[in-house]
């Protein structure tokens, strides 16, 4: 049997939106991946001081996200593992789960551009290729030095882009467009949508919106 290529998407996912499904769908098809496994974050330490709903909670928002997508799963691995996320430990469980595979970790270019102070960032670079997400405004010049000198830490690291255009999504602007009632409509799937009003997310009444007979979802 010959060895796959796995796509990791890693990511908060506070909540998943459609610039992250797009990138992943970018990466499969421009790399040729045999699928790409979601893993939300467990506790990212990286991100204290945030208020970050339940992992149960993003995990059933990127379920729902992915469903449609055959070539789309999503797993609990960072969730259900106790402490701090680590990226590294979570690929080298993937590496036990799939021996022989190919892992390909697919990030946004801002993500590259601090990898360096990532746990173990050397391992991680020996163990996956990194796929990164180029949007229009990325600063090339700074991002192809940024590999460079990755590079000359770890000679046999693999950087390559994902050319995704411009995708002016961010979960930030979801949370804060929901906070303050205005729509988010088509900025993520509409099942995620849903989840979100159905379970009072990110604002403190939005229930009330699938209620009533005017549908009006937030
Ligand atoms: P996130 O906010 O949910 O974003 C997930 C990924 O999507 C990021 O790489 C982000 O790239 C990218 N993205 C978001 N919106 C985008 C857009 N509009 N266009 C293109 N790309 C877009 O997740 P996160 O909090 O950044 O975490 C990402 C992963 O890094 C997670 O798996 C986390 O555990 C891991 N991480 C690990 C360590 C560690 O091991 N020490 C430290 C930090 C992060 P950008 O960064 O470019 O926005």
């Given at each position: 049997m010959s060895n796959k290529k796995i796509g990791i998407m890693g990511g908060?996912?506070?909540?998943?939106?459609n610039a992250h499904l797009y990138m992943a769908e970018q990466a499969r098809e421009q790399f040729h991946l045999d699928r790409v496994i979601f893993i939300p974050s467990g506790f990212s330490y990286f991100k204290q001081g945030m208020e970050i709903p339940d992992g149960s909670i993003r995990y059933q928002l990127v379920k729902k996200a992915v469903?449609?997508?055959?070539y789309f799963t999503v797993s609990r691995i960072e969730i259900d593992r106790p402490g701090d996320t680590y990226t590294i430990e979570t690929l080298e469980q993937l590496s036990d789960m799939y021996p022989g595979d190919d892992l390909y970790f697919i990030m946004g270019a801002d993500s590259v551009n601090s990898?360096?102070?990532?746990?173990r960032f050397t391992d991680i670079l020996e163990i996956c290729t990194i796929l990164a997400a180029v949007r229009n405004d990325t600063d090339e010049k700074t991002l192809v030095k940024k590999i460079e000198e990755l590079k000359s830490i770890v000679p046999s690291a693999d950087i390559r882009m994902i050319r995704?255009?411009?995708?002016?999504?961010?979960s930030t602007m979801i949370r804060e467009k929901i906070h303050n009632k205005q729509s988010v409509r088509y900025l993520l799937p509409e099942e995620c949508l849903e989840y979100i009003v159905m379970n009072n997310?990110?604002?403190?009444?939005?229930?009330?919106s699938l209620n009533s007979d005017d549908v009006k979802i937030y």
């Open positions: 908060t996912f506070n909540p998943i939106h469903e449609s997508n055959p990898l360096d102070k990532w746990v995704t255009g411009r995708l002016d999504i961010s997310l990110y604002a403190e009444d939005n229930q009330i």
